[in-house]
């Protein structure tokens, strides 16, 4: 049985940093994709994602230039790099992977998802 797993989400002031975490545990790490999704009301927006290979990635358009995504074979995680936070970043993130292909930033071709980290930027 496939597990994700995030970590590292919390607490920080606005221009600062925090890195995510999502290990992979049940299976070899062979996920086609792995991505970060965030929601912070009602609808899950992409974030960032990352190919088997490491090789190719992809961002959301409000995080890109400021998040960069990585994922570690030997490690079984990835990891988003969250500088110049801003306010609208407070949200909840999700870790999500799939062994299928389609588009990376599509939420549909996601079946394995995380529980969540909630990480909020303040003042």
């Known amino acids: 049985q496939v597990q994700l797993v995030e970590s590292g989400g919390g607490v920080v002031q606005i221009g600062g940093s925090l890195r995510l975490s999502c290990t992979v545990s049940g299976r070899p790490f062979s996920f086609n994709y792995v991505a970060w999704f965030r929601q912070a009301g009602k609808e899950r927006e992409f974030v960032a994602a990352v190919?088997?290979?490491?090789?190719?990635?992809d961002f959301g358009a409000a995080v890109k230039g400021r998040f960069t995504i990585s994922r570690d074979g030997a490690k079984k995680t990835v990891d988003l790099q969250m500088d110049n936070l801003e306010p609208d970043d407070t949200a909840v993130y999700y870790c999500?992977?799939?062994?299928?292909?389609?588009?990376?930033?599509?939420?549909?071709?996601?079946?394995?998802w995380g529980q969540g980290t909630q990480v909020t930027v303040t003042a």
């Open positions: 999500a992977g799939t062994f299928s292909g389609g588009s990376m930033s599509d939420e549909i071709v996601y079946t394995y």
């Open positions: 190919n088997r290979a490491g090789d190719t990635t």
